[in-house]
Every structure is written in C-alpha cells, then in structure tokens.
C-alpha cells in the first residue's frame, strides 16, 4: 500500500474528526479578519536599507514629511465676483480650523513682505485688510497678486489662465495614519461638495495624501467586486461543464473557505491591504476551482466505469491527489519567489499567496471527497457531461493533429518563436506612482489637470548640504543653488522650484519698495542691507523653516514632476547630476535628490531587475520538482518547452501592443509559469502510468493520456482564462493588464501543453521510453495503474 492510498483511508475513515478541525481552523481565521490592516502609504518597493531610501531618510529626519500637502484650485472667472471671492477665503479659513491640519495658505493668507526704513528690518502686512465689498475691489486684488507679487506665482495661481490654489497642509504626524483617511472623507470631501453646491463652482483636488487616500478606497472597493465576480464567472463555467447544482455548490464551498481564509492569513499575519494583496481572494478562488475540477472529473469517470462509490472516492485521492499536489507546489512555487525580491511589498504578496494557494489544495483535497461520501453516488444524469459530442471532438481534433500534422505544429512554433523575439526587443520599461491609477475616477482627472495648470503634483526634492552652520545664506551658496533653480526650470517634466531663494529675492523685492522687477537675488554690493534687515524681521524664522534648517546647514529645493515614465525620469536625473556636478564641488557641498515619487522610479527598475531573477528562479524550482517525479533531465527539458514559450508568446504581444515592464505587469510571467506547468505535470503524471499500463509503448500511452487528461485541462484552463479575465473590470491600469496577460498567456499554455507536449513525446519516444528515463522515486508519490490495493470499504 502506497502513500497516497494510506493518506485515502485516513481521509475517509476519519471524516467527522477532519471536519471538525477544518471548521475549527476557518473560525479561527474567520476571527482575524477584523485584524486586517490597510495601506496608509505608498508602496515602497526598494529593501529598507537601499541607497535610495536612506537618502529619502535622511532628509525626513531633516525637514520632516514632504508628501503633506493637499492642494484645492479652482479655474472659474466666477471666483472673482465678491461673494465667491469672500466664500473662497472663508472657505479655506474653515479647512484651516481643523486639527489634522497644521496651516494652510490661501489668498486670504498672503502677507506682503514690507520694508520698515526707519528701523531696518522687513514687516509683512496682509494683502488685505477687510473683506471685499465689490467686484472692483476684488478685481484690485487679482491685479495686485498677478502683477506685483511674483513669489506666489505657481505657487497659489497661475496668472496666465486665472487658476488660484489653495495649500493645505496636513499635520505630518497623520499622513501616514486612518486620521488622514477621516479628515479626506468625513471633513474635506463634504465641505468642498457644499462649496461646489453653493457656488455652482467646480473644485480640482489633488497633492499626495489625498491621491493616496482615494485610491485606497478604489482598492476596498474593488476587493468585493472581485470576489463577486470570481465566484460568479466560475460557477457558472463550472455548472456549464458539469450540469450538477451540487458540484457546483461543493466547489463554490470549498473556495468560499478558502476565501475566509486567505483573508485570515493575511489579518493573521498583520499585512496591510494593497493593490496586489487585494488580488489574493479571487486569486484563490481562480486556482481553486481547477482543482475541484479535476477531483471531481475524476469521480465521475471512477463512478462511470465500476459503479462503487467507496473505490471512486479513494482512487479520486489516490490518483489525482498526487498531480493535484505537484501542481499546486509549482503554483505556489511561482508565487513563492516574490519572496526573494527584497521588496516588503512583494515578500509579503508571496508569502500569503503561496501559503493559501497550498491550503486550497488541503481544503479540496479534504472536503470534496468526504462531502461526497456523505451523498448518494451521481446519478447518470450527471455523468452525461463526460460523453458530450462537441467535447469528444475537440479531444479527436487534438488527437488527430498530434497523430498527423506534428510537422505543422513545429513550424507553426517556430515562426511564432521569432515572431515573438522581434516583439520582445520593442518592449520598453516604465514606472511611475499615478500610471496605474483608475483613469475613470475623478481624482486621476484632477492629477492631469494640475500638471498642466502648475507642472505636475509628485514632490521631488534636492537637498543640499553646505557642510558648515549658516553655510546657506552665503551668498555665493544662493547663486549655485539659483544656477540649478535656472536648469529645473529649462526641464519642461519639472515645476517651478521652491525654496530659500524665492524668500530671498522676495526681500531684494521688499527692500525695493516691491517693485516686481527686483524679485531676483542680491547683489554683492546688496547683499549687506537687504540680509541686515532680514536678521532684524520678527517674521524671518517662520519664513525661513520650510526652506532651511534650523542650523543653516541644509537647505532644499521642491520642485514637481508630471507623471513622466522611468526612461524620461533618469534623462532628467543625469541632466541634473550633471548640473549639480558641475556647480556643487563635492569636497564643499553634498547635494543629493529624493521624494516619494524618485523613490517610487527607483524601486521600479529594482523590481523588474529582481523579478528577472524570481522567474529564474521559479524555472529552476519546477525543474527540481520535475526531476524529482520524472528522474529525467530529458523529461524536464520537454515539459519546459511547451511552458516557456507561452511567456516568450506574451512577451512578444507585450511590445508589438505597447504594454510596457512595470512593476504590476513584470508579475505576469511567475504567475502564469507557476499556473501553466500545472496541465504539463497532470499530462505527464498521466503519460507516466500510461507508459507502465501500456510495457513503455509510448505511441499507446500519449494517446491514452490525451483522451483521459485533454477534457479537464481544457476545463481548468477555461475557467482560468475567464477567472483571471475578471481583473480587467479594475479601474486600475495594472490590475487589468495583469488579468489580461495571464489569460492570454494561460491561453496559449492550453494549447501548448496539448498539441506540442505530446508531438515532443512522439518525436522522441526511442530517447524517453525506458524505464532508465521513468526511474523510480525515492519515495514513491505516484500511485500504480493496477487496482490490487483499493478497496470497496
């Protein structure tokens, strides 16, 4: 007796005390769903002790958060009526009320900076005193701002299409927090819909904590949907195939649990819930059915072909529990390699995958034969699905072009291989924080209409250390921070800057009675005065802390990008190295750039480098479980080809159709080597038993494997083809490329696995058909053909 045959007995024999330990197990996990965290801030996909992210750090620990601002704009000449403009300032008044947020700035906040002759030193007044009266009155203050204060420009408006903003900007303590997500939601939302409703004037809403927050929800939002809607396509696939309420119903319960569990998992381990984690649910429910589908299938030609139900249901564990095992190894193997990438964000998506993916495998495994001993055996009614017309054709079709037209398959293969070559080399890399974001939504509209009303909303930040104390107010400091100001602004990708340099040629403005065309920086001659009367402001250490340290050490330099790809970003970033090189010598100064969205690019090249490596790596984990079943270098190389060349397939489909590397499409390739090696081991575990049956006839046992194997690869590979189609109604651009990517490349997986695995077996059956090539496991997983061993209790 075999392995498999004790793990039968023991399943059946010990039915009640396996369910009681499984409904056990589901409540326990089912109680740590409420555990489940979810995603406060952006994915970080570099390893926490990467170049990058120590200079991100560092700069934290020097000017604290910089994703903390929300900005609020409005384009409508409306704004400029006095009752608009006087709702517009109390508006913004109100925002600025509350306690998650630390100011904000607003026309109604400027101050100008004014020159107190008599005792040296700069005062500020604001812009004005007293609500406007009239539409004139209004009309003085948009000249006023436009014209004479160019320190605000890009800033708070843009004064060649009348844009005007608003700058909140958050307590940095819960940026990162649920308290962002309530103040979003509960304060900001709902007060800016009641501006809009009072008004009849439209607000655009954009800056990082908001983005981060809404697309949060798009995610929450979307769990359900997916679930929804996995459960809803496969069950129904599945009844089509089987015309049994009560299959469809087993395999919809046995994935319902899984479901629990995955998110038990998940709560268990405290992970947060991100754009990947997300897929985990209906990614189980996707992998699941194939396996009720071949455990069932199973039964039904056991219960067809002798009747009694005891031996079907231990032949159902016995024979398919072997293959269903590899096959799920080598799913979850593919998964498993995230885990290797030194991204948390990956490591943790691997781990719970993989983890869940082999506990579907156990509640399949377990579940559906005991459930099936407790029911009566399937009546005729049910088994009619095994001897439908139009599935034995498309089994005859198979047969006869692996039997007559093998050469046509190989040519057929080979033009798709250099077809499929040339397409690879016009893929291109890309990356960037908003590029998969719901193009639909609101939100993302929002983010496009400030990159071109202000020059983009993702903070990228220079931080330049002067290595002395009050090394940045020399003034030659200021002119080699203002020559790299000039570059940035020569970088059409790139905002206006912000910084020390806009407060100083504020004040040689100031000092000239704010005369607009003295807001450039002092010259040496001018330096004295104007810097005299900036020690002696009252005002200068607020002015000064969001540019410089407290020590006068560092100073940075904002800028914002649009949302430009990884290849345009290090063409932006060597012409600024080049720039900085140039006028920062490094034995004075230390300048290096950051923010959150030069972080994000980085960790995108990472990624793609690294997910290279995990899908190696996945390769050469299947080949050992392939040697492991087969004890043959030969049978590994066979049972790669058909594998492989469905990745090469979508690849090739990758850059003639422009769908660019990025880090949600770059998963692609695991996934689908993981799941489509899963119908080659069901084939060769099959073609291996055939091969003993039939005294190593190879032509006999291809065929025999075939007929017996093609009807539920082809279902398993339908229904994950419309399982994984489901994530392209994600309103997120990755989610939908990754759905259909996986799809097609399961597609072509079907088709390989049954017309050119079997045409390799026949071309080479006088090199694989001994039993040197079939060598015996050491621990024998693969059940023999004979029914000596079964039993009928």
């Known amino acids: 007796m075999n392995f498999w045959q004790i793990v039968s007995r023991f399943i059946l024999k010990q039915r009640i005390f396996i369910l009681v330990m499984l409904a056990a197990a589901t409540f326990f996990l089912g109680s740590k769903i409420q555990q489940i965290k979810f995603s406060h801030s952006e994915a970080n996909l570099l390893p926490s002790d990467h170049e990058e992210n120590i200079k991100y750090d560092n700069f934290l620990s020097i000017f604290g958060e910089e994703g903390n601002m929300i900005i609020l704009a409005v384009q409508d000449s409306s704004l400029f009526h006095v009752d608009n403009f006087n709702r517009w300032s109390a508006f913004s008044k109100r925002l600025d009320s509350f306690p998650e947020v630390d100011f904000s700035v607003s026309i109604g906040d400027i101050k100008r900076l004014k020159k107190d002759k008599k005792n040296q030193k700069f005062y500020v007044e604001p812009l004005y005193d007293e609500n406007p009266s009239s539409d004139e009155e209004v009309d003085q203050i948009k000249k006023e701002l436009f014209d004479k204060l160019p320190f605000f420009d ?129 990614l189980i429910i996707v992998i699941g059915v194939p396996n009720a589908i071949f455990l069932i299938n199973k039964y039904q030609q056991e219960v067809k072909k002798h009747g009694n139900q005891a031996k079907s249901l231990q032949r159902v564990i016995s024979k398919i529990g072997n293959a269903t ?38 509640l399949s495994l377990l579940i559906i034969p005991i459930i099936y001993s407790f029911m009566h055996k399937p009546k005729d009614k049910h088994l009619e699905h095994l001897e439908r017309k139009w599935i034995d054709a498309i089994v005859n079709w198979m047969e006869q072009t692996v039997r007559h037209r093998r050469i046509a398959i190989y040519i057929s293969t080979v033009c798709i291989i250099v077809a499929s070559i040339i397409g690879v080399y016009m893929i291109r890399v890309s990356g960037s924080l908003i590029e998969d974001m719901p193009k639909g939504k609101q939100f993302y509209k929002d983010i496009l209409f400030f990159e071109n009303e202000f020059g983009g909303i993702m903070p990228l930040e220079i931080l330049i250390d002067t290595k002395r104390k009050k090394g940045v107010m020399n003034l030659a400091t200021l002119k080699r921070m203002n020559k790299l100001d000039e570059e940035i602004d ?16 504020y004040s040689k403005q100031a000092f000239y009675n704010g005369n ?45 990008m649009k949302d430009i790809g990884t290849d345009k970003m290090e063409n932006i970033e060597q012409r600024m190295q080049d720039k900085i090189n140039q006028v920062f010598p490094e034995e004075r100064f230390e300048v290096s750039m950051t923010g959150k969205a030069l972080v994000f690019l980085k960790g995108t090249n990472y990624l793609v480098k690294n997910l290279v490596i995990s899908l190696s790596l996945a390769i050469l984990l299947i080949s050992i479980f392939m040697a492991w079943m087969f004890r043959s270098y030969k049978m590994i190389i066979i049972s790669l080809i058909p594998n492989i060349l469905p990745l090469l397939i979508t690849a090739g489909l990758m850059g003639y159709l422009g769908v660019p590397i990025k880090p949600s499409t770059v998963l692609v390739f695991s996934i689908a080597f993981g799941i489509s090696v899963d119908d080659t081991i069901h084939f060769l575990a099959k073609y291996r038993q055939e091969l003993i049956a039939h005294k190593w006839n190879v ?81 024998s997983i693969i059940p023999k053909e004979d029914d000596e061993n079964d039993t009928n209790d």
């Not at 009072?198 to 949907?225: F, H, K, V, W």
């Not at 290797?340 to 781990?351: A, D, H, R, V």
Request: hydrophobic share 50%; no cysteine.
């Open 154 to 282: 890009n800033f708070l408006f843009n004064k060649n299409t009348g844009t005007i903003r608003t700058a909140i900007y958050l307590d940095q303590s819960i940026v990162n927090t649920k308290t962002r997500e309530r103040f979003v939601f509960d304060v900001l939302n709902p007060s800016v819909k009641n501006f809009e409703k009072e008004t009849g004037i439209d607000i655009r809403i954009s800056g990082m904590p908001y983005i981060r927050t809404m697309n949060a929800q798009n995610i929450l939002d979307e769990i359900g949907i997916f679930v929804g809607l996995a459960l809803l396509i496969t069950s129904l696939i599945f009844w089509l195939f089987f015309r049994s309420y009560r299959a469809t119903f087993i395999t919809m319960l046995v994935v319902s649990i899984g479901v629990v569990w995955a998110l038990g998992f998940i709560g268990w381990f405290q992970y947060e819930i991100s754009v990947l984690m997300a897929l985990i649910p209906p």
């Open 325 to 362: 095992l590899m096959t799920n190894i080598t799913t979850a193997s593919g998964f498993a390699t995230f885990i290797f990438t030194n991204s948390q964000l990956l490591n943790e998506f691997g781990i719970i995958a993989s983890i869940n993916i082999l506990a579907i495998f156990i």
């Open 490 to 505: 020569e970088i059409p990708e790139l905002s206006k800057s912000i910084s020390i340099l806009n407060m100083v040629k």
């Open 516 to 560: 607009p065309k003295y807001y450039q920086l002092p010259t040496e001659q001018e330096k004295n005065f104007i810097l005299a009367y900036t020690k002696n402001s009252d005002t200068n250490a607020d002015m000064l802390k969001n540019f410089v340290d407290s020590t006068g050490q560092y100073a940075r330099i904002t800028t914002f």
């Open 699 to 779: 032509r006999k046992s291809v065929y025999a494997a075939l007929r017996e194997t093609g009807v539920s690869m082809f279902y398993t590979s339908i229904v994950l083809f419309f399982g994984f189609l489901v994530f392209t109604v994600s309103s997120f651009g990755g989610t939908i490329a990754l759905g259909g990517l996986v799809s097609v490349t399961l597609l072509f997986a079907m088709v390989s696995n049954l017309l050119l695995l079997p045409s390799l077996l026949l071309s080479l059956e006088s090199k694989i058909a001994n039993k040197k090539t079939f060598k015996k496991p050491a621990i």
